[in-house]
């Protein structure tokens, strides 16, 4: 449910280009990251964190309720994993979920 949220959500930000999911699985460190990447209109980097609130919309005319990434952070928690915006990436959105303790 968590990853087909976030792809979800990249399609309503993105017009046109492509989004992309990727798995790392790290077995030495025992944790995998999954990124979500899109090349749509990307995030303000002041709004990044803000996002993962709950009943946060930054375009009030997207379909939704502000819930999905708060909820998604939540589920993250719960599996011990981290979800986070890349900062770094400029050419739209890329969300990474990092799960660690993984048993391969």
């Known amino acids: 449910m968590l990853i087909r949220h976030l792809l979800n959500n990249a ?4 017009q046109t280009g492509e989004i992309q999911l990727k798995a790392e699985p790290d077995q030495k460190n025992k944790k995998i990251n999954i990124t979500i990447t899109d090349t749509g209109c990307g995030i303000p980097k002041d709004k990044q964190e803000y996002v993962f609130e709950r ?7 997207t379909p939704g309720n502000g819930l999905g990434l ?3 952070r939540l589920i993250s928690i719960k599996l011990y994993a981290t979800l986070y915006i890349d900062a770094h990436y400029m050419q739209g959105t890329r969300i990474i979920f990092c799960w660690a303790d993984c048993h391969f």
């Open 11 to 14: 399609r309503k930000f993105i």
């Open 55 to 61: 009943f946060t919309k930054l375009d009030m005319f």
């Open 70 to 72: 708060y909820l998604c």
